[in-house]
T-cell receptor, first 115, second 112 residues
Framework: EAGVAQSPRYKIIEKRQSVAFWCNPISGHATLYWYQQILGQGPKLLIQFQNNGVVDDSQLPKDRFSAERLKGVDSTLKIQPAKLEDSAVYLC?????????????FGPGTRLTVT | AQSVTQPDIHITVSEGASLELRCNYS??????LFWYVQSPGQGLQLLLKYFSGDTLVQGIKGFEAEFKRSQSSFNLRKPSVHWSDAAEYFC??????????FGTGTSLTVIP
């Protein structure tokens, strides 16, 4: 079974530039998550999709971050414009359903450096 | 405030020694409890989980964890640590409302 795929693995941009990350979840997984993991901290949920609908985006900085999951499969997360404090690893995860008891499967992450 | 606490930011153990990583949570009801491991440059991998029943759960790679309701704890243990266990360990809590929270993590160093 293929795991969660993410690209790119690394990205360096200057502040005020824009960037986009891509995630392809495990086939058949209805729920997709984007997390932000700042160095030395645990992952923080940014947005959760159930199929192509948003379940929770309460911690997504909507003035600069956006995400979509067209057709309920892969997803993109965009930052525009980026700030220095956006430097982090962005993790994508998927699970069969949106439940707190469901195991989440994680991709390798995208390490973003904003200079 | 609701939280997941991992009191130890960093732990160093000798190879072959036993290991215990602490996790405490503060939520009203018993949540679903998880331990994940993150090796450098990798995503998170599930070690074990607890939903109900036997409070001692076994996971992969020889890890186990014990749920103690009275202490709101879910500590991770391993009897004999291997050098390959060096990684970041995260305790996580899942709630019935689809919410999921991670602790701040414990970094494990294994010395020969």
């Amino acid at each position: 079974e293929a795991g969660v795929a993410q690209s790119p693995r690394y990205k360096i941009i200057e502040k005020r530039q824009s960037v986009a990350f891509w995630c392809n979840p495990i086939s058949g997984h209805a729920t997709l998550y984007w997390y932000q993991q700042i160095l030395g901290q645990g992952p923080k949920l940014l947005i959760q999709f159930q199929n192509n609908g948003v379940v929770d985006d309460s911690q997504l900085p909507k003035d600069r971050f956006s995400a979509e999951r067209l057709k309920g499969v892969d997803s993109t997360l965009k930052i525009q414009p980026a700030k220095l404090e956006d430097s982090a690893v962005y993790l994508c995860a998927s699970s069969l359903t949106a439940s707190g008891r469901r195991e989440q499967y994680f991709g390798p992450g995208t390490r973003l450096t904003v200079t | 405030a609701q939280s997941v606490t991992q009191p130890d930011i960093h732990i160093t153990v000798s190879e072959g020694a036993s290991l215990e990583l602490r996790c405490n949570y503060s939520y009203g009801a018993t949540p679903y409890l998880f331990w994940y491991v993150q090796s450098p440059g990798q995503g998170l991998q599930l070690l074990l989980k607890y939903f109900s029943g036997d409070t001692l759960v076994q996971g992969i790679k020889g890890f186990e964890a014990e749920f103690k309701r009275s202490q709101s704890s879910f500590n991770l243990r391993k009897p004999s640590v291997h050098w390959s266990d060096a990684a970041e360990y995260f305790c996580a809590v899942g709630l019935t409302g689809n919410q999921f929270y991670f602790g701040t993590g414990t970094s494990l160093t294994v010395i020969p």
